[in-house]
């Protein structure tokens, strides 16, 4: 590193320490909901309390005319009302009777319109009403077209996605999360489209010349941002669970690829009902299938948007296992109906309530309707990566201090989402399953069309479990980091006893900046002998302990299990005994030790040879989620060894690693096509092709040759491997090939595979070839940032990505909007592992422009060194150890 550049991370992450103390450096328990406390930017003097609203949208002119009447409840006399919107004109406002117009000032920067009267509003109820025109976006914030291809030629679809603060681009409202109300809507749109929104249609009304007022029942009270419109040439097919109509809406033709989640979406429904203790409160669901323009789902209530691809499923292109994905995203989203739309966090500094909870009942849902799909198993990266980002300066406490909408929007990552999975998981286990679900029951049925903060749900589940969980709780939610557990054996008199210490565990380089400062926590420690069914102890740690362990000699393993969020760090004699019994772990303690022992390596607390050893003893027969870790491990390390003198020594190795099992599994295979050696035979073509095997690269271009002949012969649980490996290896002709097979298909997975596998090119004239082609309509801007993310790290060119990406930053932009600059472009910059990238991302001055953009760019100037420093540390003793064991 120049001292130049370690000088720019040493103070930012300086910076960032001394905030990190001064917000988080103890752990007190938050009050419970309180609106007038509640933190926020509108003032609270007036309160709507019904919304009723006309739309009018032009998908040509891309404007959003429309009227609204909000009945507003004024608390204390005020001449001046201030609500949110944006990108908004303003005809008129006016005030009860309508004798009286307002003065309109508008705050670009605060997304504010301030309205003042010639003489105060009194206390008590009013109606205003406002006549405005918003904008039809481009990008995936608040109302906004999506063209996609037909057979027909080209259609557009508008819909809506306002989380966490964009319904404000629709009509000017009170856009915080606390400040509930019931809505009204009607649209206006041409006869033959069909508009889809919160609540069931009441009436259709024909207008001339060819239009059609449709209107809406009103909504329960909820929150701004979970209004949802969506109009296009849509259909539906439904079916009924317990008094709801469930449907699933998409594009002409396309409907009927929703019967899988459809039938899901009626067993879950009905799973939800018995478990929350309240049911769903609205009379449909619908499931809406968006042909682009957005990558996930977004929980709207009662009418769900999901990204195409993430909803429906076609057993003609997408592999069997696709349907894991599908119910995973289907029961996330129905969770929120729930936990997050009938009982909302009050501020985004409690997002996690959302998020953590709908997180974790994905899988619990997946374990009770496909236990096969061993979904904790199998989804353990989810936690790993949170403790890989907690581990970091630049991470922040669950309950983290949001002070505007771009901070808002970088909040949804994986502590909130997958830390706050972890730890509901471990709270679970600790309270029971029944007197946890109690807890959950009692929380509903008393925050019911309300808002919460975590200490409300701390609250009940006290009561309900009559254990501590505050103080538990508080220390994994309030404060920041990970636990470390030091775990030790000793042999006193015959018997085996361990000792366990906390500390905290870092992946902080010492020359990048100070030390993190200490942590404590209360955690629950299970600790056991292995076996095929093993069973723990469970100890809760809060500094340190000691306890049996069975006979001298015999392994006892932290964590038993893998339900705790904590690293385990194993004295020499545990260690030992551990290590000889990797074999006899069940997979996932088997798990769980290899990703412990990476992570030592990775906080400089272990030398990697410790790591591979473990490795040395994996049988090719393993599990799918052992060599998924693996394989993750070797993916790491291939990237960071790029234009590195260590990188052929360490293919050669990860090649003869990884190749018997794939000759093991071979490429055809017997399973169901949704079993773990499937998913498993496609992970590893896809690693080996990365690795350079040239028998797998032959293979699959030989296949891949076969399949533009013949579609069939190419099954759809390898499309995805094979398409890969013969984008990273296409000379032209198989370049334009992957290109045609995008620009001929309509269906939305089936391109965004074939664009991206061409955007894995390592030859640099067709990866320009890629970049410019994202600056035209032909690509949908859904993939954009997929197309540019591919260039940098499946084709290896991050520099030449990064020289377009500022070339073009402004017409990119435009076509992507605020989230390109406050996310993508630095999340982009973490396929770098060379510090002066980090300076160059620092000196960026988009990436710079929010406070939510600089918190972003600061985590991955801080990616970037925590990979410079592994790279150096880590390459050159992998290499030695390969040598030495010839």
């Not at 995936?140 to 966490?164: H, I, Q």
């Not at 996330?332 to 309530?353: K, R």
């Not at 990552?413 to 706050?420: E, F, P, S």
Request: charged share 20%; with cysteine; net charge neutral.
């Amino acid at each position: 590193m120049k001292l130049k550049q370690a000088a720019v991370l040493t103070r930012y992450f300086g910076a960032m320490l001394a905030l990190m103390i001064a917000v988080s450096g103890s752990v007190h328990a938050e009050p419970v909901f309180s609106f007038d406390a509640t933190p926020g930017k509108l003032p609270k003097t007036v309160v709507p309390f019904h919304y009723a609203i006309e739309l009018r949208p032009d998908a040509e002119k891309l404007e959003l005319g429309g009227v609204e009447v909000i009945d507003i409840e004024v608390r204390e006399p005020t001449a001046r009302l201030t609500l949110n919107a944006v990108s908004t004109t303003f005809a008129s406002v006016t005030v009860d009777d309508g004798a009286e117009r307002a003065d309109i000032a508008l705050d670009a920067t605060a997304e504010t319109a301030t309205f003042t009267f010639a003489q105060p509003l009194a206390t008590g109820a009013h109606r205003l009403r406002i006549a405005f025109t918003a904008r039809i976006n481009k990008f995936d914030r608040g109302f906004f077209f999506v063209d996609y291809p037909t057979d027909n030629g080209a259609k557009r679809l508008l819909t809506s996605k306002l989380e966490p603060a964009d319904a404000r681009r629709i009509f000017p409202c009170w856009d915080e999360p606390a400040f509930k109300a019931s809505f009204a809507l009607t649209v206006i749109v041409p006869r033959h489209l069909l508009a889809v929104a919160n609540m069931p249609v009441t009436r259709e009304e024909m207008l001339e010349p060819n239009l059609k007022r449709v209107a809406f029942a009103s909504t329960p009270k909820m929150s701004t941002y979970l209004f949802v419109l969506t109009v296009g040439e849509l259909e539906r097919i439904t079916a009924e669970a317990e008094g709801v109509t469930v449907g699933v809406v998409a594009t002409t033709g396309k409907a009927a690829k929703g019967r899988f989640a459809l039938d899901s979406a009626v067993q879950l429904l009905a799973w939800f009902n018995d478990y929350f203790g309240i049911k769903y409160p609205l009379p449909k669901l619908d499931l809406i299938a968006v042909p682009g323009g957005f990558g996930g789902a977004m929980e709207n209530w009662g009418g769900i948007t999901f990204f195409e691809s993430r909803l429906l499923f076609d057993p003609a292109t997408n592999p069997d296992s696709a349907r894991r994905g599908i119910f995973s995203i289907l029961a996330h989203e129905m969770a929120h109906q729930w936990f997050g739309d009938l009982v909302t966090m009050a501020w985004w500094d409690n997002l996690w309530l959302n998020e953590g909870f709908a997180t974790w009942m994905a899988t619990k849902a997946a374990e009770q309707f496909h236990p096969q799909w061993q979904s904790w198993l199998n989804g353990y990266g989810q936690k790993q990566f949170a403790m890989s980002l907690d581990a970091r300066r630049t991470t922040h406490p669950i309950q983290q201090r949001v002070a505007n909408e771009s901070e808002a929007m970088v909040a949804f990552d994986a502590i909130t989402y997958n830390k706050g999975q972890a730890l509901i998981r471990m709270l679970e286990n600790y309270l029971g399953e029944a007197v946890f679900r109690d807890g959950i029951r009692a929380y509903m049925a008393a925050h019911a069309y309300g808002n919460t903060t975590t200490a409300d749900l701390w609250q009940v589940l006290e009561r309900a479990g009559h254990k501590p969980v505050t103080e538990i709780a508080a220390s994994f939610t309030e404060q920041d980091g990970v636990p470390l557990i030091s775990a030790e054996t000793v042999c006193q008199g015959g018997a085996q006893r361990m000792t366990l210490r906390q500390d905290r565990f870092a992946i902080a380089p010492a020359r990048t900046g100070p030390a993190l400062p200490p942590r404590n926590w209360q955690v629950p420690v299970a600790i056991g002998p292995l076996g095929a069914t093993p069973t723990a102890d469970v100890i809760l740690l809060r500094g340190s302990a000691e306890a049996a362990a069975g006979s001298c000699g015999e392994a006892i393993k932290a964590n038993l299990g893998d339900i705790g969020y904590y690293r385990v760090e194993y004295g020499p004699v545990n260690l030992t005994a551990l290590t000889k019994a990797l074999p006899q772990m069940s997979a996932t303690d088997r798990v769980n030790f290899l990703a412990d022992s990476w992570a030592m390596v990775q906080a400089g607390r272990a030398e990697p040879p410790s790591y591979l050893a473990l490795v040395e003893q994996i049988g090719a027969d393993d599990r799918r989620p052992v060599w998924d870790q693996v394989i993750g491990v070797f993916s790491s390390l291939n990237r960071l060894s790029r234009e590195r003198a260590e990188r052929p020594a360490l293919q050669r190795y990860a090649r003869a690693k990884l190749r018997p099992v794939l000759d093991r599994l071979g490429w055809n295979g017997s399973g169901s096509g949704d079993d773990d050696d499937t998913l498993l035979r496609s992970s590893l073509i896809w690693t080996l092709g990365d690795l350079g095997d040239e028998d797998v690269i032959a293979e699959a271009k030989r296949r891949f040759a076969g399949f533009l002949g013949d579609p069939q012969s190419l099954p759809n649980a390898l499309r995805d491997a094979v398409t890969h490996v013969a984008g990273v290896t296409a000379d032209r002709a198989t370049y334009d090939a992957l290109l045609a097979l995008a620009r001929k298909s309509t269906v939305t997975s089936e391109r965004t595979r074939y664009y991206l596998a061409a955007a894995s090119t390592r030859e640099p004239a067709l990866a320009r070839a890629t970049l410019a082609l994202t600056l035209t309509d032909e690509v949908p801007g859904t993939i954009v940032t997929g197309l540019i993310n591919s260039v940098g790290f499946s084709g290896e060119q991050p520099g030449l990505a990064w020289e377009f990406l500022q070339k073009n930053y402004d017409a990119l932009f435009v076509k992507l909007g605020p989230q390109f600059r406050d996310q993508f472009v630095a999340s982009f910059m973490t396929n770098f592992s060379d510090e002066r990238r980090a300076a160059e991302l620092a000196g960026f001055t988009p990436a710079q422009a929010t406070s939510g953009g600089r918190v972003t760019a600061g985590r991955a100037q801080e990616t970037i060194a925590i990979s410079a420093d592994l790279k150096a540390r880590a390459l050159p003793a992998i290499e030695a150890w390969i040598k030495e064991r010839k």
